[in-house]
């Protein structure tokens, strides 16, 4: 989940601030943007009176009684409704707790809370928890272009609702060069670029006339695999049909393609898990490099990303060893998927998966292996947050600005 909201923060103490500032380096803010200013409520009232109001305060006070809630008054007359406040003071009583809540406070603290408790209550104002996801999402990217992971989506999803018994949607987002179609030997009627087109009048009975049945359990979104599309692609383009696609399956696959750019990003720094598949040679290293740097920071020690060699055999000499991957990534790989030209090409030609074509060869149970690997559900049943997800929980304080 990656939050879209502007943050004011108008702090006191420097450990409110290092707390604030340590909240650009998670996940969730990636895509939000943050101001902090000195001063506290004073100087929240005087810049809110002259600029526009963020999505969320996040104010530190040393006001009591009367005054604090004088200070929130002259807050609420400066503030957009639906503005969100995270207080930060001095004063530790219940009956005030209480009515900071009642009166549409988001939280309330008293001094300055840890990352994560700050984290939380961020959550606990923006996140609507009865739109949690149903899915377990698995993004699949290649470090270079045609490295195999269409291949490894299209099997590790096959795989999944065969171990899981459970409904997967794959989703080909590689939209004019996708192969998922041909990989389950489909004639899309209709594909990804007209579900985007209907994107604002979606809902899941329409969605579902979009995606073609590729086994009992497993469903694809379709790319057309044309150069023709006309579709402007953005985090924005696709995050409704993302949305509701997370609500109708048990794990959702999304098949990335090798570009580099911000929707790029989004996906593969928010999905559950994110497979990054390599071919064991110097330039997927130094590309492996540069992602695993940029994406783990982002995605922090609880969402590791999966490395998988794949081809592993292909060049008889010259290869790179899993060794050297682990020691210039710091990432283990989780797999490594043998060159089986015969298995792959027969599986290719006849638009099956990999277990029609060989049930027992390794590059089949060896992406069976990933699928267990990333099969893992998680829990914390939260979903997509955006500005505007809750009403107004300041709303009773703040007036029209
Ligand atoms: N382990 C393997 N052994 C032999 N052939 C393989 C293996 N993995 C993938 N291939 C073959 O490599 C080709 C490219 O695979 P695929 O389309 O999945 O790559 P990709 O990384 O998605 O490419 P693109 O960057 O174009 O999206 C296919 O013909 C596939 O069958
Ligand atoms: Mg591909």
Redesign the pocket.
């Known amino acids: 989940m990656i939050l879209r909201i502007k943050i004011g923060a108008f702090i006191l103490s420097p450990e409110l601030k290092a707390t604030v500032e340590s909240l650009t380096g998670d996940r969730l803010f990636l895509r939000s943007e943050l101001s902090v200013h000195e001063g506290g409520s004073r100087s929240a009232i005087e810049h809110l009176s002259s600029n526009p109001t963020p999505d969320l305060l996040i104010v530190e006070t040393t006001a009591e009684n009367e005054a604090l809630f004088e200070e929130l008054g002259a807050l609420a007359d400066s503030c957009a409704p639906g503005t969100r406040i995270i207080l930060v003071g001095s004063e530790n009583d219940v009956n005030l707790f209480k009515t900071l809540i009642d009166q549409g406070v988001s939280q309330y603290f008293v001094g300055p809370p840890s990352g994560d408790e700050l984290k939380a209550a961020v959550m606990e104002a923006f996140v609507d928890k009865s739109q949690g996801d149903k899915s377990h999402v698995i993004a699949v990217a290649?470090l270079r272009?045609?490295?195999?992971?269409?291949?490894?989506a299209h099997n590790v999803a096959s795989e999944l609702s065969l171990l899981k018994d459970d409904d997967v949607i794959i989703v080909d987002m590689?939209i004019n060069?996708g192969?998922a179609a041909l990989n389950f030997n489909l004639q899309p009627a209709q594909t990804i670029v007209d579900a985007l087109a209907q994107a604002s009048s979606l809902d899941e009975v329409l969605l579902t006339r979009y995606l073609e049945a590729c086994s009992k359990n497993v469903s694809l979104l379709a790319s057309p695999g044309s150069l023709g599309s006309g579709v402007e692609l953005s985090s924005l383009t696709f995050e409704p049909v993302l949305k509701l696609i997370k609500q109708m399956a048990a794990y959702v696959v999304l098949d990335v393609?090798?570009v580099w750019n911000s929707w790029v990003q989004d996906i593969l720094v928010d999905a559950d898990e994110t497979i990054l598949?390599a071919t064991p040679d110097l330039y997927n290293l130094r590309d492996g490099k540069n992602l695993v740097e940029f994406l783990s920071p982002h995605r922090g020690p609880e969402a590791p990303i999966h490395l998988v060699l794949?081809?592993v055999g292909?060049a008889k000499n010259g290869e790179l060893k899993p060794k050297e991957f682990r020691e210039v990534l710091a990432i283990n790989p989780a797999v490594s998927?043998?060159?089986?030209?015969e298995t792959?090409?027969t599986?290719?030609n006849n638009g099956e998966m990999l277990r029609a074509s060989s049930s027992r060869a390794k590059?089949t149970t060896s992406i069976e292996e990933l699928a267990k690997l990333v099969s893992g559900k998680k829990d914390d049943g939260v979903g997509i947050g955006n500005a505007d997800k809750k009403g107004g929980l300041f709303s009773s304080l703040f007036k029209k600005k």
């Open positions: 290649g272009g045609g490295v195999g992971s269409s291949m490894v590689d060069f192969t393609p090798h598949v794949n081809r292909q998927i043998p060159y089986d030209i792959c090409t599986a290719m590059v």
